[in-house]
């Protein structure tokens, strides 16, 4: 046994090793061991009780997902209005341009005098998921969504518009956004107003 | 010189340098929003404020001249809180819509705001219903508008215009078209280029992109022989197609002033490519002739010269030929190669004198220089041309309408007025009565020649493609030489210097002819239907030799996916280079990469000829058109790039004398090239003569450039407008 002393005030606690086997024969007699001995037989029938038991822990993926935190940060998503259905980007192109891995790219027009994006695309291959669009975007658009799962055939790998932005009949199942960027709970009192003379 | 201190700096002042110009000289910032550098201070801002010791309160630094020995400071608390509240005010009201504003990026309210602190709006004013204004190419925001004043002073000072103003009235403030509702202008879009906010933007780039998505491409505008310098701005065709589209121009508001065509006419880049390159290196190897014109670089000049020297063609370029005799036959009188002035001596001048040009749409840039040197020193203009041009009465004192084709009898009567004791043998009388130009009229010029201090003499090119043109051009060298007039003879076309310079011209054309960006048996061009395409001049990189003598470098703004000149000569000659501007070291002895500031200089030349004396001078009746195409259009690749009806304009007393009214359709033929136009009657023109615009016309128009712009033609009515 090489119990080694640790030094210092932290509170390590030693874990035993065995030597290792060296020589042929004690490797033979360490399978024959651990393989007939009774160690396969604890592990399998911890198994098996816990079976019995129907006490499982294992997440059932892709049946199941853990759920994640607000303020993570997976493929981004593209809100609406909550009220008008509208969209909320108005094209202004703050987070292109903060965009630390230039992954985003828009295209704007006029349509009846207003400013509008007639597309939008984040190249998730170069995506370093960092979150300074969603937290520059003055009107709560472009946010992270929580959809993590973008393997893609090639490095370059594309979310368009449509992709991202809530399906107009499933506004209803958009909710405010809490997470990266999203305006803090007490923002109201933070707030300075524009003064207004009507 | 006046020397005093800036933040403990030592400076000299020129005369007439405000303490701004030397700190910008001397690279001390001082902040300014109202100021730019080719018009009188405004001072409307209050922004370039600074303390000088020993005197009370502020001073403003971009109108202000320094005193001996004072010392100035750019920067301390109060300065700094004084801006603040400038910034504030600025921003009282102000839209917050930076995220829909095309100016956001580069706007300078922006910068200013964050530059000082600003943090929120602290004050508001009641709100004024100011609708958005559309102008045309133009639109103006009033809601965005800071009142500096910058394009009104631009318009004004820079271009002549003179078509907004500043309309008072506290909050509700507005710059408007002055003297009408609609805006009519030359729509150069200057005053969008000077706007340091988003008030006034261009209709057509309006939310197309953001300015930080814009690659700027440093290039030379190739429509005139100004040759200013310019950015294409440069950006994807759109969000799935990668291939570069320019999206606008810009230009170095300080420095250069834009014509409209330059602004907007950007979008004539070649996306055809016609023909077999086997073919067009066969036909180019056989060809006797090649013809081509002024819308050329430098190197391609060269490249076709090798060409012509390889195969034994014969290069032929009709209006640059008559350019290059024109500057051989004043240099036999004026001793020097190439005229002496420049648009900087136009611009300092005190005394102009335009002759044979209608100036204004000719050379935009010209006439700024005009304008300037109005606005900046009063200079007394004469403008000598037999069509009235109204675009220039803000700035001109004296028309003189000469007939039609007396040229050579104006200029002579000209060099004796601007030549003391010229020794000319003139029968002034005759003169006088033929060219129309009363002796009362050249007293006036001479009187005013003997006060002013620098005098400048522009010439155009109706008198270069004169049939007399030779002995013109020697009357202008015994100014040149003789006088202390400086002379500017504009180059008709975008390189038709560089043409004459470096082109091994010839006279005759012998079938088979291959055209490069004229018509030829084998049509070599960048635009349209041809047989063989090449990259217009926005797809190259290479130099022009501009109207100030200076080789200018234009580069690549968008690719083109095909052969070009040097391809084809590669395939001819022995010894091929890579890229065409390889041709830049032989012209010039540099790189093109490390070309800067080369400029041709005149060389001495043995006075050898003397004028003739000026026989009968011809007289034109009946109808009368002159070739002048409108603002913002020059040639085939302007009429692409800018869409825009030809008509042919006259005056009322033109309708009359050829019993024609508004709307009809008439057809008529100048040189075989035959036009049907609808005839608009101009009020702002006067007299017998039309305007024809030739820039419909395609390459065929390049045929029209060489020959005197005046025409009698035959005009036929082939439908009425159906209201008379
Ligand atoms: S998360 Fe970061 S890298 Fe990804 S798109 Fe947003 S800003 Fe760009
Ligand atoms: S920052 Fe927001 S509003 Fe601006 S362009 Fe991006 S998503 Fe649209
Ligand atoms: S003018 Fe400047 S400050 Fe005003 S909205 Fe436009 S970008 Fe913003
Ligand atoms: S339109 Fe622009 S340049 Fe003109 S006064 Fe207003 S802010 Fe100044
Ligand atoms: S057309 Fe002439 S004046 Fe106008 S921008 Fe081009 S070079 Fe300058
Ligand atoms: S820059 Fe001097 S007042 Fe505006």
Not at chain 1, 184 to 194: G, Q
Not at chain 2, 302 to 321: C, F, S
Request: hydrophobic content about 35%.
């Amino acid at each position: 046994m090489n119990k080694e002393v640790i030094k210092g005030s932290q509170n390590y606690i030693p874990v035993e090793i065995e030597d290792y086997p060296t020589t042929g024969w004690q490797k033979f007699k360490q399978v024959v061991r651990r393989s007939l001995g009774k160690e396969l037989f604890v592990g399998l029938w911890v198994v098996l009780r816990e079976m019995l038991k129907f006490n499982i822990h294992t997440v059932q993926y892709p049946e199941e997902v853990l759920p994640l935190p607000s303020r993570y940060r997976a493929v981004h998503k593209l809100l609406r209005l909550l009220e008008s259905g509208n969209e909320r980007c108005i094209g202004c192109g703050l987070c292109e341009k903060i965009c630390i891995a230039d992954c985003i790219r828009m295209e704007t027009k006029e349509e009846n005098g207003r400013k509008v994006v007639s597309e939008y695309s984040i190249n998730l291959g170069r995506c370093i998921f960092c979150g300074y669009c969603a937290e520059v975007c003055p009107e709560l658009a472009i946010v992270h969504g929580s959809r993590y799962e973008n393997a893609s055939e090639q490095r370059a790998h594309f979310v368009l518009k449509d992709d991202m932005l809530t399906p107009i009949d499933f506004l209803k199942e958009q909710k405010e956004f809490d997470g990266f960027g999203a305006v803090s709970p007490n923002a109201d009192k933070l707030i300075k107003k524009t003064p207004l003379a009507y | 010189m006046t020397k005093f201190y800036i933040d403990g700096k030592e400076v000299t002042a020129h005369k007439g340098e405000t303490i701004l110009e030397v700190a910008r000289r001397e690279g001390i910032y001082i902040p300014t929003m109202c100021y730019i550098s080719k018009v009188s201070p405004i001072a409307s801002c209050r922004l370039c404020v600074v303390e000088v010791k020993g005197v009370d309160g502020f001073v403003l630094s971009c109108q202000t001249p320094p005193t001996e020995g004072i010392e100035v400071f750019t920067n301390s608390p109060e300065l700094f809180q004084h801006r603040q509240n400038i910034m504030k005010l600025y921003n009282v009201n102000h839209p917050l819509e930076c995220g829909v504003c095309d100016k956001s990026g580069e706007c300078e309210l922006q910068n200013k705001t964050l530059e000082f602190g600003v943090q929120s709006q602290e004050f508001s004013a009641k709100e004024q219903y100011r609708p958005i204004r559309n102008w045309g190419k133009i639109q103006y925001d009033p809601s965005l508008c800071i009142m500096c004043e910058r394009c009104v002073s631009t318009c004004n000072e820079a271009i002549g215009d003179d078509a907004i103003e500043l309309k008072f009235g506290g909050y509700s403030s507005e710059i408007v078209p002055k003297g009408s509702d609609v805006l009519e202008c030359s729509e150069c879009g200057e005053c969008i280029a000077v706007c340091p906010v988003g008030a006034l933007i261009s209709t057509d780039f309006k939310y197309s992109s953001n300015a930080w998505e814009l690659q700027q491409i440093p290039a030379t505008c190739s429509h005139c022989s100004a040759g200013c310098n310019l950015f294409y701005e440069v950006k994807q065709e759109s969000h799935f197609d990668n291939t570069p589209r320019i999206y606008r121009v810009k230009n170095d508001i300080e420095h250069v002033s834009l014509c409209g065509a330059g602004r907007f006419g950007f979008d004539f880049a070649n996306s055809d490519t016609f023909g077999d390159f086997e073919t067009a290196v066969s036909k180019l190897r056989e060809a006797k002739t090649i013809l081509f014109s002024s819308h050329i670089t430098n190197e391609e000049i060269e490249i076709l010269n090798q060409i012509a020297k390889t195969t034994g063609a014969k290069l032929v370029n009709p209006e640059a030929r008559k350019f290059q005799q024109f500057l051989k036959a004043f240099a036999t009188t004026s001793g020097e190669t190439l005229y002496n002035g420049t648009l900087e001596d136009i611009e300092n001048s005190n005394q102009i004198i335009v002759i044979g040009t209608k100036i204004a749409t000719d050379n935009p840039a010209v006439r700024y220089a005009i304008t300037r040197a109005y606005k900046k020193h009063r200079a007394y203009i004469s403008y000598l041309h037999p069509v009235f041009d109204s675009t220039l009465q803000n700035t001109i004192k004296q028309f003189i309408n000469y007939e039609v084709g007396t040229e050579e009898g104006v200029i002579a009567l000209l060099a004796d007025t601007l030549i003391t004791n010229s020794n000319l043998d003139l029968d002034i009388g005759y003169l006088s009565g033929e060219t129309n130009i009363g002796e009362e009229e050249l007293e006036t010029i001479s009187k005013i020649g003997k006060r002013a201090k620098n005098r400048t003499l522009i010439v155009g090119s109706d008198l270069i493609t004169h049939e007399k043109s030779e002995n013109i051009a020697k009357y202008i060298g015994l100014i040149q030489k003789n006088s202390n007039v400086k002379v500017v003879i504009v180059p008709p076309d975008t390189n038709s210097l560089g043409v004459a310079l470096f082109g091994n011209l010839a006279d005759e054309v012998q079938a088979p002819t291959v055209g490069y960006n004229i018509e030829g048996d084998y049509t070599i061009a960048s635009i349209g239907k041809c047989d063989f395409s090449v990259p217009a001049l926005n797809q190259q990189e290479g130099t022009f030799v501009n109207i100030d003598k200076k080789v200018v470098k234009t580069n690549v703004a968008v690719p083109y996916r095909g052969k070009n000149l040097n391809d084809l000569a590669n395939a001819i000659l022995d010894n091929p280079k890579r890229w065409t501007i390889d041709y830049t070291s032989e012209l010039f002895g540099v790189e093109f990469d490390e070309l800067q500031d080369v400029e041709i200089v005149s060389k001495m030349y043995r006075v050898s000829g003397d004028v003739d004396e000026v026989e009968e001078l011809p007289s034109f009746d009946g109808a009368v058109v002159y070739n002048s195409n409108p603002f913002l259009q020059f040639n085939p690749w302007t009429a692409k790039a800018i869409e825009e009806k030809p008509y042919l304009l006259g005056a009322k007393q033109f309708a009359i004398a050829n019993k024609l009214s508004d709307g009809d359709m008439v057809r008529f033929e100048i040189d075989g090239e035959i036009f049907i136009r609808e005839f608009k009657i101009d009020n702002s023109l006067k007299g017998v003569i039309a305007l024809n615009p030739i820039f419909d016309k395609g390459l065929r128009s390049y045929k029209l450039l060489s020959k005197y712009r005046f025409q009698r033609v035959q005009i036929e009515k082939v439908k009425s407008n159906g209201r008379s």
